[in-house]
């Protein structure tokens, strides 16, 4: 029996690639040969983190450690870091023993940094994997102690990084996007033939994106563009009128939950530049325009550039996203399908498909030193 804990609570940014993952190495046992060694999963998380509801709702067994919160600039809870440390090792030591533990692959964040050193004292090996172009402190403190690093992004500046993209749910990543169209479209109420927009800002929506997007409304149905846009679950305020009959349908919805069959459906996307994200479009040859999020150390714009310097997409600054700029930018790309096709390729080409096992080859093999 080989056990695996990973180490990947907080956000979506760190559980989607975590269980994906996960699901590829339930494969490899499912699919092993008589008399090979099974492999046992554990997640760890926090009892704060959406990995309560995600980790279970996936079948995986999920241990909960105490968070460290580390803030990004010094103040008095500075100080309350090196106890609150001591305790979630000691905790998470605990468990590595009890789970046997044969390797710990973190993906960041609160959970991760406990995971680390908890596994440097049991003498557990260590994978790290960053989704990040820009890698917070949990993951450049673990690439010091790590066996290996993978990375998503080329260049991603930590210790010893290989490139092996990001780990995504078989749904996104064997997705056949023009086989699916037909039935997407139908789905989500839309014309079968039309040039079709989508526009998300994440789970919770973005304001500036809504606000663009709808004052762009008039222009991009006129153009003979429909959109499908996801508003976010709180902003019940964003609504467009009804386009008249013949026109362009321009659908609303609070929240996507398939979002396979959303890519499959539309053309281009408008959308901000989460990890998981850039590397969902890119694997499955969908270009967007992406709208990096304004705050933060300014890793959504370097995940999207290498997308966009690859050809597979636009950039533009939250500031200067407005209905006017759609109008001049998405209007013309969306409606001109062989400038759509080259952006495409070029966004598939940037993108991986195969992550998910190759960083279930990684894991497996520092196990079985």
């Known amino acids: 029996m080989t ?3 990973l180490a990947g609570g907080g956000t979506g940014g760190h559980i ?12 490899r046992g499912a699919g092993s040969a008589p008399g090979a060694s099974p492999t046992r999963i554990t997640c760890l998380g926090t009892a704060r983190g959406m990995e309560t509801r995600l980790v279970p709702a996936r079948g995986y067994d999920l241990r909960l450690i105490p968070p460290v919160p580390l803030p990004r600039k010094p103040t008095l809870d500075l100080l309350r870091v090196p106890g609150r440390v001591r305790a979630s090792v000691a905790e998470t030591r605990a468990l590595l023993r009890e789970l046997d533990a044969d ?7 609160y959970v991760a940094l406990p995971a680390y050193l908890a596994a440097r004292r049991e003498r557990v090996p260590v994978v790290v994997h960053e989704q990040n172009a820009l890698p917070g402190l949990a993951n450049r403190i673990g690439a010091r102690l790590a066996a290996r690093v993978a990375v998503t992004v080329p260049d991603t500046p930590l210790r010893g990084a290989e490139h092996v993209g990001m780990p995504l749910r078989t749904a996104i990543s064997t997705l056949d996007r023009p086989a699916r169209r037909a039935e997407a479209r139908a789905t989500f109420g839309l014309d079968a033939d039309r040039p079709t927009l989508l526009v998300f800002g994440g789970s919770q929506g973005a304001a500036s994106l809504n606000r663009a997007a709808v004052g762009a409304a008039d222009a991009l149905t006129a153009a003979g563009v429909q959109v499908l846009h996801a508003r976010g679950p709180k902003n ?4 467009v009128p009804a386009r008249p009959a013949g026109s362009a349908p321009y659908v609303v919805v609070d929240y996507l ?3 396979d069959l959303a890519y499959a459906a539309t053309d281009l996307a408008l959308c901000r530049a989460g990890a998981v994200t850039v590397a969902e479009l890119s694997a499955v040859g969908l270009p967007a325009a992406f709208v990096p999020l304004p705050i933060g150390n300014g890793e959504q714009r370097r995940n999207a550039l290498p997308v966009v310097t690859a050809g597979g997409g636009l950039l533009v600054d939250d500031a200067d996203l407005s209905p006017s700029w759609i109008e001049e930018h998405v209007v013309p790309l969306v409606t001109d399908p062989q400038a759509l096709a080259g952006y495409a390729d070029y966004a598939a080409a940037a993108g991986s498909r195969e992550a998910d096992e190759r960083l279930a080859d990684i894991v497996l093999e520092v196990a079985g030193r």
């Open 3 to 5: 056990s695996v804990v």
């Open 16 to 27: 989607e690639p975590m269980l994906a993952l996960a699901d590829a190495l339930l494969r």
């Open 103 to 109: 390797v710990v692959v973190g993906f960041g964040g």
């Open 236 to 239: 019940t305020d964003v609504a």
């Open 257 to 259: 939950e398939r979002m």
